[in-house]
C-alpha cells in the first residue's frame, strides 16, 4: 500500500505543477509567494480531487470486478493504479477533444461515423496502456517501451484526424455575391417610422453571423435589408485571431486591444485566498489539445474549502479604454446599447445601457439612471434556452424591444457613434445548429462534406427551421435602424461563424465585416480585415486620431473619405471602472452563469 500511496502521490504532484506552471503563465503577472501559493493549494484540490476519485474507482473496481484483468496482467496493485491514474489523465483531455466534435459532450448528443471510430481509438489507447504494464515474456522493459510509444502515436494521430476536421470551414466568394443576389431596391419599411435627420456611424455587432447561412437566404430574398446593405457597401470576412469565444472577442472588436492586454480571457474568473490573487484565463479555449478544458468545469463540481470563489466577469475585468471612452474624450456623443461585458456601464458622453438587467441593478445598468424607467421590456425564455417555438417568439420579441429602445436613445441623445450588441442570433443558433440531426443519433456524415450547392439547398430546405428565422428577425430589426436613420453609415460585424461539424464554432471561422451608407465605398471586397481593425475604423469616421497603441488598421479601402488619418503616440492612461460593492448582483449572477451553461460556454 505503501507504493501505491506513492503512485497516487507523484500522480497529484505532477498534474498540480503542470496545472500551476500554466495558470501562473498565462495569468501573469502573479509575482508574490502568496499568489503562487494560492495557485498551488487550488490546482493541488483540484488534482486531488480528481485522482481521488479515480483511484477510488480502481480500489473498488479491483476488488469486485477488475480482478481477472488484474491477475491476468499480473501487474500488482500499484503497477494496476499508476496506469489507472495515467490512462484518465490521457482519456480526460482526448475525450473532450474529440467530444466536443461529434456532439458527445454537448448540449445536444450524437454520434458520427468518424465520432465511432474516434471513440474506437479511444478504446485502443486505454489497452495499449494497460499493455505496457502486463509482466510478460523475457524483455517486459522493452515491452513497456513499445507499447507507450504506440500509445504516442495513437494519441497524436487522434488529435491531428480531430484537429482537421473541426478546421473545416465553408467559404463564400464574396467577390461574386453581389451578382447571384436577386435585384433588391430598397424595399418599403417594416413599419411605420418617422426618419431622423441625424446620420451617426452605427456600429451592430451581431453575434454569430455568417456568410455560408446569408447566401442562400438572401439569394431565396428572406433577407432585403441587408442584402441592400451588402449591394451598396463594403463587405469582407472578419479575421478573430484563432479565437471563438464571445468574451474573449468582443472586447478585442470594442477597443482595439488584444486580449493580453485588455486581459479578458473568458466568461469567468477565479479569486484566490479571500480575492487576494485573481485568474482571469483558466486555459479554458486555448488552441491545442485542451487538455484542461475541464478545469472551470471540475472547480464548480469539487467541494470548495474556502480556497477559491468563481465570479463571472464585467467591465469592471477590463483593462483597457473602450471606443466608446475614446470618443467620449473627444468630445463625440455616443449610445451604447446592451454590449457583451457592458455591466456595469459607465459615465460616457451620452447614454449607456445595459439591458439584461433586473430591478435590483437599475443604478449600474443605465446611464443616466432615469433611462431605466422607459424600459419595460417582454420577459425572457424561463428556462433561457431556445429549443421551442414558443422560446424562439419570446427572445425575438426580446430583440425588437432592444432595437426599438436603442433608436428612441439614439434618437434622443443623437450621437456621433452608436453601438449596439446582440447574442440573440448566435443563442438561437447554439441550440437549434443541429437542424440537420434533429432527433437523429448517428449520422454517417455531417453537413462539412457537403458541396457549396448542396450546403444551400439543405438551408433552403430548412429555411422555416428557428436556426434560419433567426436571420430573417434580426434582418427586420436592422431593417427598423435603416428606416428610422436613413442617412446614417452602418457597421456590422461579428465575432466568429460556424462550421458544419458538430463542433459549432470552436474551431474560429471567421466573421463578417460589413459597411454600408455615405461613408462607405459602394461595391468593394474587403481582402484582409480583422478584429484589430474595427475600432481604428470607426475612430478614423469620428476624425478622431487613432493611436499608436492599437494593433490593427484603418480599413481605407472600405473608406470615401481620403482625409488622411491622425496618428498620436498613445491616449491618456485609462483608469478602469471599479465595481462598488456586491449589493443585489447575486440575482444577475445567478442569471447570467445558467445562460451561460446553458449554452455550454461554462461548465
Sequence with gaps: ????????????????????????????????????????????????????????FLYVGRKLFLKRIVDHFRLGWPGFLALGLIGFNILWALWIRLGMTHQWASIRPFMTLSGLLQSLGLVLLLLVIFYAGWNSGTRPLFQAVLSLGIAVLIVIGLLQWNRAEERTQQRVALESIRAVLPPMPRPPAPEAVEASPSAPLIVLGIDGMEWTVFLPLAKAGRLPFLSGLIENGTIGYLNNGDSSLSAVIWPTIFSGRTADEHGIHGFQKILLRGGKTTLRNLLVMEPGPDTFFGLSLFSARLFNPGLWQAKNIDSSDIDVAMVWDVASRYNKKVVVSDVLLGYPVGAVNGAMV??????????????????????????????????????????????????????????????DLAVYYTHYLDTVQHFNWDFYARGKFFLWRLPRALSQKDWEQLVLENQNDRCFLSYVAVDHTIGKILTAFPRATIMIVSDHGWTYSGYEHFSSPEGVIILSGPQAKEGAVLKKAGILDVVPTVLSILGIPVSKELGGSVLSQALTSEQPTIYIDRYDPFVPKKTAGSAGQEGRQKRE???????????
Design 593 to 603: 452563469t445558467d445562460r451561460l451553461r446553458s449554452m455550454g460556454y461554462i461548465k
Design 1 to 56: 500500500m505503501k507504493k501505491a500511496a506513492l503512485i497516487f502521490f507523484l500522480i497529484c504532484l505532477a498534474d498540480t505543477a503542470i496545472l500551476s506552471v500554466l495558470l501562473l503563465k498565462a495569468n501573469r503577472p502573479i509575482s508574490s509567494p502568496g499568489g503562487w501559493f494560492g495557485v498551488f493549494l487550488f490546482t493541488g484540490w483540484i488534482s486531488l480531487g480528481l485522482n481521488g476519485g479515480v483511484f477510488l
Design 354 to 415: 445595459d439591458l439584461e438587467t433586473g430591478s435590483d441593478q437599475v443604478q449600474r445598468s443605465f446611464f443616466p439612471a432615469d433611462l431605466a424607467d422607459r424600459w419595460h421590456p417582454k420577459p425572457i425564455p424561463d428556462d433561457s434556452k431556445i429549443l421551442s417555438d414558443a422560446s424562439f417568439h419570446k427572445a425575438s420579441d426580446r430583440l425588437n424591444d432592444e432595437v426599438d429602445f436603442t433608436i428612441g436613445l439614439i434618437r434622443q441623445f443623437a450621437p
